[in-house]
């Protein structure tokens, strides 16, 4: 019922900031809270950022609370995350992910992209 796509990743230094983008498709899009997550390489997929549709309430991760943002577009039926300050820790996959719970768990999302890479250099 929602389709999910990110973009926006790239390469980028240390200190540097980027906007990954999320659009998604699905007539009740506006009606589903959304969230970002995260997978570096060998870990486990991790909670970065939530955004609550019906509140506009949004909520952090501790480990980029400060240097991120979540925004949507409903008009545009789409999401962001405004990173800044990138750590190289911050290099993962980033994914877009939809539920009907304002949630911080995997399992919370039955809805994701296939992914953007991000890559923060030393």
């Known amino acids: 019922q929602v389709q999910l796509v990110e973009s926006g990743g790239g390469l980028v230094q240390a200190g540097g900031s980027l906007r990954l983008s999320c659009a998604a498709s699905?007539?009740?899009?506006?009606?589903?809270?959304m969230g970002w997550f995260r997978q570096a390489p060998g870990k486990e997929r991790e909670f970065v950022a939530a955004s609550s549709w019906s509140t506009g309430s949004t909520y952090l991760a501790d480990s980029v609370k400060g240097r991120f943002t979540i925004s949507r577009d409903s008009a545009k039926n789409m999401v962001f995350l405004q990173m800044s300050s990138l750590k190289p820790e911050d290099t993962a996959v980033y994914y877009c992910?939809?539920?009907?719970?304002?949630?911080?768990?995997?399992?919370?999302?039955?809805?994701w992209g296939q992914g953007t890479q991000v890559t923060v250099s030393s």
């Open positions: 992910a939809a539920g009907s719970l304002f949630a911080t768990t995997r399992a919370s999302y039955p809805y």
């Open positions: 699905g007539r009740t899009f506006s009606r589903y809270h």
